[in-house]
């Protein structure tokens, strides 16, 4: 199994509301990441997380908070967020965490906040 | 200001012909680089990656090569094929880091 899941595959938000994204990878990888994309830029790094513990957080709002139950699970928990949020947040994996691992994406989650 | 330039946005090749994505970058610490592909509505993904060491590594039609005195990077594709029709992104670890830095991404059409 070389998957990397996102659920759900498309969201709408209003600036109120409360989400999650959720992301599953069953590689034994233990190192997980949050991007964020948005239409004809690069993925934007948001998050890493290395053994279930956050290693880096790249100066996001605290609107978005990332959560790794276990080492197979990786959520984001939205709240109040912004328009210009709109994007789509990808969850990647790799086999540890350091420069000689390739990361494996998901097929992303496209969030729409309205 | 960008680490990481890919300064063609675009690509168009016949299939069966070379395709070559080239890729620049600004730091001279940087020493490990990574091709992905992506399509619509899909992640990323891994194609091929090269470490400082080397200057050229090969998997199949593709084939990366770089030259660390010009800091640049390119991935060739041979032959082409219409699958091959995605976004290619170059990346690199940014201070041997798992960060993981993108450039712009350049879009390769393979015409049939």
């Known amino acids: 199994d070389t998957e990397v899941t996102q659920t759900p595959k498309h969201l709408v938000m209003g600036m109120t509301n409360k989400k999650s994204l959720k992301c599953e990878q069953h590689?034994?990888?233990?190192?997980m990441y949050w991007y964020k994309q948005k239409a004809k830029k690069p993925p934007e790094l948001m998050f890493v997380y290395s053994y279930e513990k956050l290693s880096i957080n790249e100066s996001v709002p605290s609107r978005f908070s990332p959560e790794c139950p276990n080492s197979s699970l990786l959520n984001l928990h939205l709240h109040a967020l912004q328009p210009e949020d709109s994007a789509l947040y990808l969850c990647?994996?790799?086999?540890?965490?350091?420069?000689?691992?390739?990361?494996?994406f998901g097929p992303g989650t496209r969030l729409t906040v309205t | 200001d960008q680490q990481v330039k890919q300064n063609s946005p675009s690509l168009s090749v016949q299939e069966g012909r070379i395709s070559i994505l080239n890729c620049d970058y600004t730091?001279?610490?940087?020493?490990?680089f990574l091709w992905y592909k992506k399509y619509p509505a899909e992640g990323p993904t891994f194609l091929i990656s090269?470490?400082?060491?080397?200057d050229k590594n090969e998997d199949g039609r593709f084939t990366v090569f770089l030259n660390k005195s010009a800091k640049h990077l390119s991935l060739h594709i041979v032959p082409s094929q219409p699958g091959d029709s995605a976004v290619y992104f170059c990346?690199?670890?940014?201070?041997?880091?798992?960060?993981?830095?993108f450039g712009k991404g350049t879009k390769l059409t393979v015409n049939p």
């Open positions: 090269i470490s400082s060491i080397k």
């Open positions: 990647a994996s790799s086999q540890d965490h350091g420069r000689a691992y390739e990361q494996y």
């Open positions: 990346a690199t670890n940014q201070g041997g880091s798992e960060k993981l830095v």
């Open positions: 730091n001279s610490m940087f020493d490990y």
């Open positions: 590689m034994g990888h233990r190192a």
